[in-house]
């Protein structure tokens, strides 16, 4: 039966039923349960379900501080009817009883200030149990608008959200204290949300198809977009070979790279399809005219580096008034001399790079993710991919979408070239800035899925990607 958003009740009671039915199937033998209850409506769905694993014979223990007797009238209705059934509660900060499954129940979406010292003592009891811990609706201690981090909010083997995603808890390190992740939607239908706005928009694998730019038959390489690649200074060549060779494989048509002369030699063998054009110290204005007229985007930064030969690329390719994708040395520099670069234009911070150009520190950053992605929207009037854990796409004007996919073995040395190479590979396909950032993070993080579906994450190498990307590039294409 559908149900709608504003019976409390009726929710409560389907929360507290989903809740107990994700117990059944995760751990059907957890015989005693653990259920830490807060003051608020998250410790009312944890009554339900404690009342529900009581009346199926467990051995069940609710377990609250003194000051946190249920507050909300749904809260009392749903302890009194576990009391009735003969519940049992244990008030204190002290540990938790001995159990195989902790319910934590302590705050929802109402979690607000620093935890005292009590609450404090309860949530590293939770973490301590040693064993598995089950967090309804939002791991406890993290502000689910952002994300931001209580220093001892719950880390979850198994959370199981209600009703809708919470873009708290989609991006960053809040990943690692959800935990798998489940979602209950309490028959409340996207029909009956109608009308209350999306704080995000979530992406997946599956969707690339729809997201990437179709090839007609009748096209020829001019059709494709033409790609400069401009980085590689002394000690850093592969960087920009890497973003060249993954704008080949995500579609380019052509694809030039502007490097040092050291490094022709090198791309050549790699990939004889890209043309390289050499550029010495003092010479990029000349040495790169032909390239940035006739190129449709220009991939800036890859191993560019800070001294003066990486500046005159920097200043060669912001005064071109090409599309750009602003990337690694480009962004610092960036952040030395910042100015408005427009919505044509995509930045591809790290947290580090983020926290440069806003003038802050990189956990400043993580602590809102959304909020940081979108200072920089505002600041240089551009699109913004802010990569990470659950990287984050915004733009003017856009709700900020999450890419749901990706994985830790992309933490490596390169994978950031790769994605410059593709988001721009995609721009000159004619996806506009916004849709080639997302449809390129989002094809970026599944070709890295994929990659590490074969030997693991660890040890994942940017070239693992190309192939992947290649045929993730074709999902959806008729060959
Ligand atoms: N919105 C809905 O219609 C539904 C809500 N449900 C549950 O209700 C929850 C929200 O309930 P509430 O709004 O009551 O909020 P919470 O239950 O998350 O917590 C609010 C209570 O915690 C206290 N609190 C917050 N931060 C604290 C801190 N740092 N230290 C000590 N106390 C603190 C507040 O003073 C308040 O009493 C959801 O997360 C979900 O679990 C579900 O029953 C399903 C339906
Ligand atoms: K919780």
């Given at each position: 039966m559908a149900a709608r958003l504003g019976d409390a009740g009726l929710l409560m009671a389907r929360a507290?039923?989903?809740?107990?039915?994700?117990?059944?199937?995760?751990?059907?033998?957890?015989?005693?349960?653990?259920?830490?209850?807060?003051?608020?409506?998250?410790?009312?769905?944890?009554?339900?379900?404690?009342?529900?694993?009581?009346?199926?014979?467990r051995d069940v223990v609710v377990v609250r501080l003194e000051e946190h007797a249920p507050r909300s009238e749904l809260a009392r209705h749903a302890a009194g009817q576990f009391l009735a059934v003969g519940g049992r509660v244990v008030e204190g900060s002290g540990g938790l009883p001995t159990a195989d499954l902790v319910v934590d129940a302590l705050f929802g979406i109402g979690f607000a200030r620093e935890p005292s010292a009590d609450v404090a003592t309860l949530l590293r009891a939770i973490n301590g149990a040693g064993v598995p811990v089950l967090a309804l609706d939002v791991p406890s201690g993290v502000d689910a608008d952002c994300g931001a981090l209580a220093a001892d909010a719950v880390r979850a083997d198994v959370t199981l959200e209600f009703l809708l995603r919470k873009r708290g808890l989609a991006t960053g390190a809040v990943l690692d204290h959800v935990g798998e992740y489940l979602l209950a939607d309490l028959g409340v239908t996207e029909a009956d949300r109608e009308g209350i706005p999306i704080a995000a928009k979530w992406l997946d694998a599956g969707l690339l198809p729809a997201l990437l730019p179709h090839r007609a038959r009748d096209s020829h390489k001019g059709h494709h977009g033409r790609v400069s690649c401009l980085g590689g200074d002394l000690g850093h060549g592969g960087a920009i070979i890497m973003a060249a060779e993954a704008a080949l494989r995500a579609g380019a048509g052509l694809v030039d790279v502007g490097t040092r002369a050291e490094h022709v030699a090198a791309l050549l063998a790699r990939r004889p399809e890209a043309m390289p054009h050499a550029v010495n110290a003092g010479d990029a204005a000349m040495a790169l005219a032909d390239l940035t007229r006739s190129a449709d985007v220009i991939a800036l930064g890859p191993g560019l580096g800070r001294d003066a030969w990486g500046q005159g690329l920097f200043e060669v390719a912001l005064g071109s008034g090409k599309p750009l994708v602003v990337d690694a040395d480009?962004?610092?520099?960036?952040?030395?001399?910042?100015?408005?670069l427009g919505a044509e234009c995509i930045l591809?911070?790290?947290?580090?790079?983020?926290?440069?150009?806003?003038?802050?520190?990189?956990?400043?950053?993580?602590?809102?993710?959304?909020?940081?992605?979108?200072?920089?929207?505002?600041?240089?009037?551009?699109?913004?991919?802010?990569?990470?854990?659950?990287?984050?796409?915004?733009?003017?004007?856009?709700?900020?979408?999450?890419?749901?996919?990706?994985?830790?073995?992309?933490?490596?040395?390169?994978?950031?070239?790769?994605?410059?190479?593709?988001?721009?590979?995609?721009?000159?396909?004619?996806?506009?800035?916004?849709?080639?950032?997302?449809?390129?993070?989002?094809?970026?993080?599944?070709?890295?899925?994929?990659?590490?579906?074969?030997?693991?994450?660890?040890?994942?190498?940017?070239?693992?990607?190309?192939?992947?990307?290649?045929?993730?590039?074709?999902?959806?294409?008729?060959?």
């Open positions: 507290g039923q989903a809740a107990w039915q994700t117990v059944l199937d995760r751990w059907p033998a957890a015989l005693r349960i653990a259920v830490v209850c807060g003051p608020g409506n998250n410790g009312g769905d944890g009554y339900v379900l404690a009342r529900h694993a009581l009346e199926a014979g480009a962004l610092n520099l960036l952040a030395s001399a910042p100015r408005s591809t911070p790290h947290p580090g790079e983020a926290a440069r150009l806003l003038g802050t520190d990189a956990s400043s950053v993580q602590r809102d993710r959304f909020a940081a992605a979108q200072a920089l929207v505002q600041r240089f009037s551009a699109v913004v991919v802010l990569k990470g854990a659950g990287t984050l796409v915004a733009a003017p004007n856009e709700v900020s979408r999450v890419i749901g996919a990706g994985n830790p073995g992309m933490a490596v040395g390169g994978m950031g070239d790769v994605l410059t190479g593709v988001i721009a590979a995609l721009r000159g396909q004619g996806l506009s800035a916004v849709d080639a950032a997302t449809a390129g993070a989002l094809l970026h993080a599944a070709a890295g899925d994929a990659a590490a579906a074969v030997d693991g994450p660890i040890g994942l190498l940017p070239g693992d990607l190309m192939s992947e990307l290649r045929r993730l590039r074709n999902a959806g294409e008729e060959v």
